[in-house]
């Protein structure tokens, strides 16, 4: 038993955020009335805005296919919630779960270009939040350009789309589309894709450009019409590539290596050497360690979030951010606990600043899920001889904590708690069995000696209604329980000592 003890131990499973090293193609569109919008942002954040932080309400959509299968569970989305808000905290963005909605869809779930599936996106939206709907493929046959996730926009479509694995990835996807969805351009536009003029997957190449990129409007790109090379000195930021003027010319750089540095020196025709932002978020460099959204590019973002466009998004509903900051400290069971019995364990957690849900998962022998905003659940349904691992995560509207959660596992043994006595305890008698509504519950024993002893009520679902700390004296005795605040229903009754627990199932009428 120690070695297996001392095996699991060094089993702790620590959860670890995926990490996707790619940066991940979109097929945002930034047509004409894209960029018209960004420009009027553009102009509008001149005018001294308020810095205040802006909430954002998302509906995130699973879509799954018909049989349910090749979708997100809803403790995956909401984990990577906290990625998002984390990369978002600095330009004082903030982003809450308005709803997740589910959406059995086959065709939805790998094919979003035909018609039917865009229709069906625009069904489903939820008119006052911001949109996303996580897919488990994007093929290219349905749409063009294709890649990992888009922000569609026109024709009543705003929302986004994106592959189910891109959440929290390493390429900041979602923080990506989102600056689409507040009408953000691509630091390179222009360049984006297969440019006639460029390599093969768009962008700069020495070959065609040369070391001095002397043409004055570059044509071409799959996403974005023809517009105006950007300079260095900044003398044409606001008509030239993302029309931000602190993003500095990017020629595409981005797109023809996985990597964060610079592969060329390159001049613009004025001489000047470019110094792009590669670690920029609506750039398409790859593999930067963290990337950023520069004071311009939040300007913007938050004129449009201003904008009468985006009046649906501002609620007044969350005010003040609150993120869940600490992982959840399960007190009991202890790692490696055994118990006696199988059919009755308390799960039991120290309150998490902020939570608002706990969200209690239980596997090896059986998959269990439970969700409470208690700091205990009992647990009446595992399975004798078994070895099971728990972990408790908090929730709030922010998502999850960013922080590791630490399982711990114990074994549950044969025996049962629906024993009637114990060594020092007998002759009990729990009367009236089922018992009406405000009725006292009696509980009628006689004890050896005198014993410190927890009564517990707990419905089905764990939770517990009554808590009683007390000391059974010596002899016969009868102790009474008011039922007046119960709802009826099954419960269980449990009389903890020292010795064991004595568990019994009451009908409240
Ligand atoms: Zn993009």
Not at 258 to 285: A, E, F, H, K, Q
Not at 289 to 317: C, I, K, V, W, Y
Not at 341 to 350: A, H, K, P, Q, Y
Not at 368 to 397: C, G, H, Q, W
Request: hydrophobic share 35%; with cysteine.
């Amino acid at each position: 038993m120690r070695f297996i003890k001392s095996l699991f131990l060094s089993l702790i499973m620590i959860f670890s955020i995926n990490s996707y090293a790619q940066k991940m193609r979109c097929s945002t569109d930034q047509d004409t009335e894209f960029m018209k919008r960004l420009q009027r942002n553009v102009d509008n954040s001149f005018t001294q805005k308020a810095k205040v932080a802006r909430f954002v309400p998302v509906e995130l959509h699973l879509v799954a296919d018909n049989d349910g299968s090749l979708t997100l569970t809803e403790d995956e989305i909401i984990s990577k919630m906290c990625i998002l808000n984390n990369r978002y905290a600095d330009i004082e963005m903030h982003f809450y779960i308005a709803g997740i909605n589910k959406i059995f869809n086959t065709t939805l779930n790998h094919r979003q270009g035909l018609a039917s599936s865009r229709t069906l996106m625009r069904n489903n939206k939820n008119e006052d939040a911001m949109n996303i709907f996580l897919v488990n493929e994007i093929l290219q046959n349905d749409f063009e350009p294709s890649g990992a996730a888009g922000y569609y926009t026109g024709g009543g479509n705003d929302f986004i789309v994106m592959l189910q694995s891109t959440p929290g990835d390493d390429g900041y996807t979602m923080e990506h589309e989102i600056g689409h969805h507040f009408s953000l351009a691509h630091t390179h536009f222009g360049w984006e894709g297969d440019i006639s003029q460029g390599s093969s997957s768009g962008g700069y190449n020495p070959l065609i450009h040369g070391d001095t990129v002397t043409i004055e409007i570059i044509t071409g790109s799959t996403q974005a019409p023809p517009t105006e090379v950007e300079l260095m000195d900044g003398s044409n930021c606001t008509t030239a590539g993302d029309r931000i003027c602190d993003t500095p010319p990017d020629y595409g750089f981005g797109q023809a290596c996985s990597c964060c540095t610079m592969r060329w020196d390159v001049w613009d025709r004025n001489g000047d050497m470019i110094i792009p932002m590669l670690d920029n978020i609506m750039s398409y460099s790859q593999n930067c360690p963290e990337n950023f959204f520069t004071d311009g590019q939040r300007d913007a973002m938050f004129e449009d979030f201003d904008s009468p466009l985006r009046s649906h998004l501002r609620t007044g509903e969350v005010t003040e951010y609150t993120p869940i900051t600490e992982e959840v400290t399960i007190t009991s069971p202890q790692v490696a606990d055994k118990f006696d019995s199988f059919d009755g364990v308390l799960i039991e957690w120290d309150a998490v600043l902020n939570a608002e849900t706990y969200v209690v998962n239980i596997s090896g022998g059986q998959q269990l899920r439970y969700e409470t905003s208690d700091t205990e659940m009992y647990i009446e349904e595992l399975e004798p001889s078994s070895l099971y691992f728990v972990d408790v995560k908090a929730y709030n509207k922010f998502g999850t904590g960013c922080q590791n959660s630490i399982r711990v596992f114990f074994e549950t043994g044969t025996g049962s708690t629906s024993t009637n006595e114990t060594e020092s305890i007998n002759d009990i008698n729990i009367y009236p069995n089922p018992v009406k509504n405000a009725e006292d519950l009696v509980i009628d024993y006689n004890s050896d000696k005198n014993i410190v002893s927890k009564i517990r009520l707990h419905n089905l679902q764990g939770k517990v209604v009554e808590l009683i700390n007390t000391t059974f004296a010596a002899g016969n005795n009868k102790f009474k329980i008011n039922t007046s605040a119960l709802i009826s229903g099954l419960y269980i009754l449990e009389i903890e000592t020292e010795e064991g627990i004595i568990s019994e199932k009451i009908i409240v009428e």
